[in-house]
Each structure stands twice: as C-alpha cells, then as structure tokens.
C-alpha cells in the first residue's frame, strides 16, 4: 500500500522545501508554533501557483480552542471561499462543543461551503480533544470529508498507535486516517506497520539563521523567540521518511 506524505508549512520557502523533499500534498497554514492558523490569501494565490501538489488550507481563526462564534465562522466561511478562489484543492478544518462533541450544526455549514466549491475536506485534530472520538469519526464521515488528522487522542502520534489502529479499522476505508503529531523517519515505519494508516502528517521542521547582517536587541514577540532563526521546513526530513516508506514498500512488493 502506497502511502500518503503531508507536510504541514506556515511560509513558501518550506513550500518549495516539502515538495523537493517528496511531499504528497501540503496543509497550508500560519503560525505553526500555534498550531496552525489560516494563511493570508495572498499566501493562497502564491502556494497554488507554485505547487505541483495538492494544497489544503487550515481554516482556524485563532489560535486556542476549537469553539468558535458568529464572528469567527464568518470569517471561516470567508477563508473557505478564499481557498477556493486562490485555487487551492482543499481545506483543513474542525468545530467543537464545550463538552467535547462535534458541533455539527457549525461543521455543516462550512462542509456544505466547502463541497459547494468542489474544496476537498480534512477534519484536523479537534477529533483529539473529542470527548467520543468513535462517535466523532462517524460523524466525520457523515459530514463527506475525505480525511482525519489525528495523533490518536495522545501527544504524539507514536503514544496514540492503538487508538489509531482503532481508528483505521473502524473507518473501513469510507474516510483516510492520517497519523499526525511527532511523526518522523524514526518512527515512521513502526506508526504505520502497527496502525495501517493510509497517510502521515509531519512539519519536518528545522530553522536556518537569518541572512540579516544587522542585529538588534528588540523583540518582534514573544521573549522566547529568536527573530534571528528562521523556521522552516527541513528537505531531507522530509526526503528520509519518504525514502523509509518507499523501502518498505519495495520490500513488501
């Protein structure tokens, strides 16, 4: 079985990086240290014209929880329409409930959206802070998405691999389980032999310095950041994961 690599970006440079590096496809965000938020649509139009992958876009207002108003599905539904005016194949997405649930009456709006612009759907790792996760996943499916992000409700994907073997035989094939959070070229191998997972998520995340030959004490943010290294994505972690799975592949072949 082939198996599905997703690089998750939040600037172009790691765009070029993931794609020489063999992605499959690419989740488009902002702001990765926070988990991921919508990108600019002139990022959107930038990516699409570029891209020789499939693109999705993370459609996340804020960083935080997964509980969003008015204001915010506004915004969202403005982002969806945005992705699909740029060009993009997709967008990534998720609305939850206080107790943990799916809010489904906001999660139909935006697939129905989404669906009506011919934007392939993947709900990202919101189904980790849900309350039922089976139930989550019928829903998901329910709601016409193509994929789950998910690390298996645990921190990281490697913790999670029962619940995401659990997951892969429960969906039946009728959506994709994509294994994110953690996920590397040392593991890999064992995340997807234990689980059977048809797709894998990573960042493949590294920094490079600044070519800035002028250097300054002031913050741009946040204390704890460097405004000097650059995150981006890393070509051959990207390139030695997909060189494992490909081994892997030739051997089961």
Known sequence: MTIEIEVCIDNLESLHNAILGGADRIELCSSLALGGLTPSFGMMKQAASISTVPVYAMIRPRQGDFIFDNDDMHCMLNDIEASSSAGLHGVVLGVLTADGGIDIPKMQQLSEKAHALKLGITF???????????????????????RVLTSGLASNAALGIDVLANMVTQAKGRIDIMAGAGVSAE???????????????????????????????????????????????????????????????????
């Open 124 to 146: 990202h790792r919101a189904i980790d802070q849900c309350s039922d996760y089976q139930l989550a996943l019928e829903q998901v499916i329910e709601l016409g998405c193509e």
């Open 187 to 253: 593991n890999a191998i064992a995340i997807k032999n234990a689980t059977k997972v048809p797709a894998l998520h990573l960042s493949g995340k590294s920094t490079r310095p600044s070519v800035m030959n002028q250097s300054s004490s002031a913050k741009m943010g946040s204390d704890n950041v460097d405004d000097y290294q650059i995150p981006v994505t890393d070509i051959n972690k990207i390139s030695a994961i997909k060189a494992a799975l490909s081994a892997l592949s030739a051997l089961s072949a």
